[in-house]
């Protein structure tokens, strides 16, 4: 599967985006997908996660602000990012995990996703 990842770009503080992952390939419902980020010199870390069944995962961090959603019809997986924080400026990538459901829901879990887009960079001024 091919993920490519848009709605990036330059927000005030308090402000909001819409990042949307669009995925090619085999069918879209086979495929849990998740949101990571990576901010300069930090490591890489989960945001949030939607399985094959729409259950979510979100981090703590973005709890109650970022909430993610799946359109299958369209191929895409989106992150509703509200509120929006100096702190939460980074390099947003989604993912997609096609292991087979019996295998569970990875969720926060970067190694079970074994696709990766190329990333869409959010910036949040203060």
């Known amino acids: 599967v091919q993920l490519q990842a848009s709605g990036g770009g330059l927000v005030q503080a308090g402000g909001s985006l819409r990042l949307s992952c669009a995925a090619s390939?085999?069918?879209?419902?086979?495929?849990?997908m998740g949101w990571f980020r990576q901010a300069p010199g930090k490591e890489r870390e989960f945001v949030a996660a939607i399985s094959w069944s729409d259950s979510t995962r979100v981090a703590d961090s973005v709890k109650g602000r970022f909430t993610i959603s799946r359109d299958n019809a369209k191929n895409t997986v989106y992150l509703q990012m509200n509120s929006l924080k100096p702190e939460d400026a980074a390099v947003y990538y989604c993912a997609a995990d096609g292991r087979p459901r019996t295998a569970g829901f990875g969720g926060a879990i970067a190694p079970k996703y074994e696709y990766w887009g190329q990333g869409t960079q959010v910036t949040v001024s203060s």
């Open positions: 390939g085999p069918p879209f419902t086979n495929y849990a």
